[in-house]
């Protein structure tokens, strides 16, 4: 991918599932919500794993043990082995193990996932500040995770100890709605100690450097539904990326992604893996997909009729050539409503 900024979403003759070895798939809003399949995830994914192509899960998620996780796809249907998840608990995991004695110990604020990542890098967790930790780590660890437990971080980070966190997504999905995520419990402690973490997780390099050598993908593609996670993580690894419009993202935010967050494609769920994507062409003073024309003035302006979708990537040409390597600004409402987006 190149590093040059993004325009317009590419487009691809073949079927993305043919063009990429391997598919680095986000879980949480792009595989399943609140635990259940999302609409076409199994059958699509199905079909690409039947067709060769190699499905890696990566989540910033780090409370469940990939065992569970991979335990938890099998039962909805997508067969998982534990070889094939990887989790931010992992990519923290190695980058404490980098900077700490081998057997060191290791104050632990979260689930079951750190503390299984941890004993793979030959580390020892701990459950309190008193135990002399030499560094502690911070991940997701549920909505039943106590209050106390921040107090342990606090304790330790204020006398120097180093401070890890698995990732700082501020929200994660569920069924109910949107929660919590590991990023808003960081804040509890940066608040307490003024101290920063150092962050393995998306979008950063510790989390593409551990998926690329559990996987040893040669051409990824990553899939997600986040901007300020995965489509940045792929950006940020140069490689190409897939948004599903499953998940958090929605139109107006797309429209209004910067460089780093402007994903290589766009497609409504995970079927957009098993075909190709529309080319974006240069029409006059505006920019066509499909059936549809959009132009930039004073505000975002559409044309046409066809594919929602094919609409949806008009206008993020226009919006990103707009905004070039800034944020784009026009007024999209009128717009993003007549494809009820």
């Known amino acids: 991918m190149s590093?040059?900024?993004?325009?317009?979403?590419?487009?691809?003759?073949?079927?993305?599932?043919?063009a990429y070895d391997t598919a680095l798939l986000d879980l949480d809003g792009v595989v399943y919500a609140g635990g259940e399949a999302i609409a076409?995830?199994?059958?699509?994914?199905?079909?690409?794993?039947?067709?060769?192509?190699?499905?890696?899960?990566?989540?910033?998620?780090?409370?469940?043990?990939?065992?569970?996780?991979?335990?938890?796809?099998?039962?909805?249907?997508?067969p998982t082995g534990a070889e094939d998840v990887i989790t931010s608990a992992q990519a923290v995991a190695r980058l404490?193990?980098?900077?700490?004695?081998?057997?060191?110990?290791?104050?632990?604020?979260?689930?079951?996932?750190?503390?299984?990542?941890?004993?793979?890098?030959?580390?020892?967790?701990?459950?309190?500040?008193?135990?002399?930790?030499?560094?502690v780590v911070q991940g997701y660890g549920g909505p039943d995770l106590p209050w106390g437990r921040f107090a342990e971080a606090s304790y330790a980070v204020a006398r120097?100890?180093?401070?890890?966190?698995?990732?700082?997504?501020?929200?994660?999905?569920?069924?109910r709605g949107i929660a919590p995520g590991n990023g808003a419990a960081v804040e509890v402690v940066r608040i307490a100690t003024g101290a920063?973490?150092?962050?393995?997780?998306?979008?950063?390099?510790?989390?593409?450097?551990?998926?690329?050598?559990?996987?040893?993908?040669?051409?990824?593609?990553?899939?997600?539904?986040?901007?300020d996670t995965d489509i940045e993580?792929?950006?940020?690894?140069?490689?190409?990326?897939?948004?599903?419009?499953?998940?958090?993202?929605?139109?107006?935010?797309?429209?209004?992604?910067?460089?780093?967050?402007r994903p290589t494609y766009v497609d409504a769920d995970l079927r957009g893996l098993l075909t190709g994507q529309p080319e974006v062409a240069k029409d006059g003073e505006g920019f066509r997909c499909g059936g549809w024309t959009a132009t930039a003035g004073p505000r975002l302006e559409l044309s046409g009729e066809g594919s929602e979708l094919d609409g949806l990537r008009a206008l993020c040409?226009?919006?990103?050539?707009?905004?070039?390597?800034?944020?784009?600004?026009l007024d999209a409402e009128k717009a993003l409503a007549r494809l009820g987006l």
């Not at 120097?160 to 069924?175: E, H, M, R």
């Not at 997780?201 to 593609?221: D, F, N, S, V």
């Open 196 to 227: 920063e973490p150092q962050v393995a997780g998306k979008p950063l390099p510790p989390m593409h450097k551990e998926t690329i050598l559990r996987t040893g993908a040669k051409r990824p593609l990553v899939v997600g539904d986040r901007l």
């Open 233 to 261: 993580g792929a950006y940020n690894g140069e490689v190409d990326s897939l948004l599903v419009l499953t998940g958090v993202t929605d139109g107006a935010q797309l429209l209004a992604a910067p460089p780093q967050h």
């Open 96 to 135: 404490i193990s980098e900077q700490v004695p081998a057997g060191a110990k290791v104050l632990v604020i979260g689930g079951e996932g750190l503390r299984v990542a941890l004993r793979e890098r030959g580390l020892t967790p701990v459950d309190s500040a008193d135990d002399d930790p030499v560094a």
């Open 3 to 18: 590093r040059s900024v993004r325009t317009s979403p590419e487009g691809s003759e073949r079927p993305l599932h043919e």
């Open 160 to 175: 120097g100890v180093p401070w890890f966190a698995s990732n700082t997504d501020l929200t994660i999905p569920s069924g």
């Open 317 to 329: 040409a226009a919006a990103w050539t707009a905004a070039g390597d800034g944020t784009c600004t």
């Open 40 to 78: 076409h995830a199994v059958d699509s994914l199905a079909d690409a794993r039947g067709d060769g192509m190699h499905l890696a899960y990566v989540t910033n998620n780090a409370l469940r043990t990939p065992d569970a996780v991979a335990g938890h796809l099998t039962e909805l249907g997508i």
